[in-house]
Nanobody, 116 residues
Framework: QVQLVESGGGLVQAGGSLRLSCAAS????????MGWYRQAPGKHRELVAS???????NYADSVKGRFTISRDNAKNTVYLQMNSLKPEDTAVYYCNVRTNWGVGYWGQGTQVTVSS
Protein backbone atom coordinates (compact mmCIF):
# COMPACT_ATOMS: atom_id res chain seq x y z
CA GLN A 1 0.00 0.00 0.00
CA VAL A 2 1.06 3.56 -0.74
CA GLN A 3 -0.47 6.60 0.89
CA LEU A 4 -0.35 9.99 -0.80
CA VAL A 5 -0.90 13.39 0.79
CA GLU A 6 -1.24 16.40 -1.49
CA SER A 7 -0.94 20.07 -0.68
CA GLY A 8 -0.52 23.42 -2.38
CA GLY A 9 -3.74 24.04 -4.26
CA GLY A 10 -5.69 27.26 -4.04
CA LEU A 11 -7.03 30.30 -5.83
CA VAL A 12 -4.75 32.37 -8.04
CA GLN A 13 -5.18 35.00 -10.71
CA ALA A 14 -4.37 34.27 -14.32
CA GLY A 15 -0.64 34.58 -14.91
CA GLY A 16 0.16 33.55 -11.37
CA SER A 17 1.96 30.51 -9.98
CA LEU A 18 1.30 27.65 -7.61
CA ARG A 19 3.34 24.67 -6.47
CA LEU A 20 1.71 21.39 -5.65
CA SER A 21 3.36 18.79 -3.43
CA CYS A 22 2.58 15.12 -2.95
CA ALA A 23 4.27 13.12 -0.21
CA ALA A 24 4.26 9.34 -0.44
CA SER A 25 4.49 6.89 2.44
CA UNK A 26 4.09 3.17 2.93
CA UNK A 27 5.51 0.76 0.37
CA UNK A 28 7.47 3.44 -1.45
CA UNK A 29 10.23 1.06 -2.55
CA UNK A 30 7.90 -0.17 -5.30
CA UNK A 31 7.18 3.21 -6.87
CA UNK A 32 8.39 3.41 -10.48
CA UNK A 33 6.70 6.65 -11.55
CA MET A 34 4.92 9.59 -10.01
CA GLY A 35 2.64 12.03 -11.71
CA TRP A 36 -0.13 14.56 -11.65
CA TYR A 37 -3.53 14.32 -13.28
CA ARG A 38 -6.36 16.81 -13.32
CA GLN A 39 -10.08 16.73 -13.77
CA ALA A 40 -12.19 19.73 -14.63
CA PRO A 41 -15.98 19.72 -14.17
CA GLY A 42 -17.65 17.69 -16.89
CA LYS A 43 -14.36 16.45 -18.29
CA HIS A 44 -12.33 13.27 -18.10
CA ARG A 45 -9.29 12.99 -15.86
CA GLU A 46 -6.19 13.76 -17.88
CA LEU A 47 -2.47 13.39 -17.40
CA VAL A 48 -0.67 16.65 -16.68
CA ALA A 49 2.87 15.46 -16.09
CA SER A 50 4.78 12.41 -14.94
CA UNK A 51 8.30 11.55 -13.84
CA UNK A 52 9.94 8.16 -13.60
CA UNK A 53 12.44 6.86 -11.06
CA UNK A 54 15.26 7.82 -13.46
CA UNK A 55 13.84 11.34 -13.78
CA UNK A 56 12.43 10.98 -17.28
CA UNK A 57 9.52 13.42 -17.64
CA ASN A 58 6.41 13.65 -19.77
CA TYR A 59 4.03 16.59 -20.12
CA ALA A 60 0.66 17.24 -21.65
CA ASP A 61 0.97 19.58 -24.63
CA SER A 62 -1.27 22.12 -22.91
CA VAL A 63 1.20 22.66 -20.05
CA LYS A 64 4.57 22.33 -21.78
CA GLY A 65 6.75 25.33 -21.06
CA ARG A 66 4.58 26.42 -18.12
CA PHE A 67 4.60 23.49 -15.68
CA THR A 68 7.58 21.61 -14.27
CA ILE A 69 7.44 18.28 -12.47
CA SER A 70 10.20 17.24 -10.10
CA ARG A 71 10.78 14.72 -7.37
CA ASP A 72 12.82 14.49 -4.20
CA ASN A 73 13.51 10.83 -3.55
CA ALA A 74 14.91 11.54 -0.11
CA LYS A 75 11.57 13.01 0.89
CA ASN A 76 9.47 10.66 -1.27
CA THR A 77 7.79 13.74 -2.66
CA VAL A 78 6.79 14.88 -6.12
CA TYR A 79 6.19 18.51 -6.98
CA LEU A 80 4.38 20.34 -9.73
CA GLN A 81 5.47 23.93 -10.29
CA MET A 82 2.78 25.70 -12.25
CA ASN A 83 3.58 29.06 -13.82
CA SER A 84 1.65 31.34 -16.16
CA LEU A 85 -1.58 29.78 -15.01
CA LYS A 86 -4.65 30.12 -17.18
CA PRO A 87 -8.36 29.84 -16.31
CA GLU A 88 -8.46 26.60 -18.29
CA ASP A 89 -6.02 25.10 -15.80
CA THR A 90 -8.80 25.18 -13.20
CA ALA A 91 -9.41 21.63 -12.01
CA VAL A 92 -8.94 19.19 -9.18
CA TYR A 93 -5.35 17.96 -9.37
CA TYR A 94 -4.60 14.40 -8.32
CA CYS A 95 -1.27 12.86 -7.46
CA ASN A 96 -0.69 9.37 -8.83
CA VAL A 97 2.02 6.77 -8.39
CA ARG A 98 2.64 3.58 -10.34
CA THR A 99 4.23 0.62 -8.66
CA ASN A 100 6.23 -2.33 -9.90
CA TRP A 101 3.53 -4.69 -8.70
CA GLY A 102 1.08 -3.20 -11.19
CA VAL A 103 -1.09 -1.16 -8.86
CA GLY A 104 -1.61 2.59 -9.07
CA TYR A 105 -2.51 4.81 -6.16
CA TRP A 106 -4.26 8.17 -6.05
CA GLY A 107 -4.18 11.12 -3.71
CA GLN A 108 -7.33 12.77 -2.45
CA GLY A 109 -7.08 15.66 -4.89
CA THR A 110 -6.44 19.35 -4.43
CA GLN A 111 -8.42 22.15 -6.02
CA VAL A 112 -6.70 24.67 -8.26
CA THR A 113 -8.78 27.64 -9.34
CA VAL A 114 -7.45 30.27 -11.74
CA SER A 115 -9.48 33.44 -12.02
CA SER A 116 -9.47 35.58 -15.13
Amino acid sequence: QVQLVESGGGLVQAGGSLRLSCAASGSIFGIIAMGWYRQAPGKHRELVASITSDYSTNYADSVKGRFTISRDNAKNTVYLQMNSLKPEDTAVYYCNVRTNWGVGYWGQGTQVTVSS
